[in-house]
């Protein structure tokens, strides 16, 4: 952590770069867990095929609610689905809302981060280029 605005040119890249490849790594792991976490849960749908479509119906609208509505409200992509999803709990629009979250949710925000990371990455670059010292 830097102590004050006195820091050196030295500590301040330091500490940025630091900070920049734990950022990095933090993208990375998410990515990679994200990816799991949807293989999971097309395993889950596969394995739930024998359930009855009332136990479908119980854990559809058991999950939905436990998902915040201001949430979805903030997620418009999937916010269909989800509609969808309490008028109609079928394994096709569980596979299509877990298709949507895994597109439009989870690659969407890897994106943005990797995003702001490459931006912050290219800071530092120029920075390290302007000021060498």
Do not use: C
Request: glycine content about 0%; hydrophobic content about 30%; proline content about 3%.
């Amino acid at each position: 952590m830097l102590k004050n605005s006195t820091d050196s040119w030295s500590d301040l890249k330091s500490h940025y770069f630091y900070n920049l490849k734990t950022l990095q790594t933090a993208i990375t792991i998410v990515h990679n867990s994200s990816i799991e976490l949807t293989r999971l849960y097309s395993e889950i749908i596969r394995k739930s095929k024998t359930s009855s479509p009332e136990t479908m119906k119980q854990f559809v609208h058991s999950w939905i609610k436990k998902i915040d509505t201001d949430y979805v409200e903030l997620l418009p992509d999937i916010k269909e689905d989800y509609k969808k999803i309490i008028s109609d709990p079928t394994e096709e629009s569980l596979e299509n809302l877990g298709f949507k979250i895994q597109q439009k949710l989870q690659k969407n925000s890897i994106s943005k981060l990797d995003a702001y990371h490459v931006t912050l990455n290219a800071f530092y670059k120029t920075w390290k280029e302007m000021w060498p010292n």
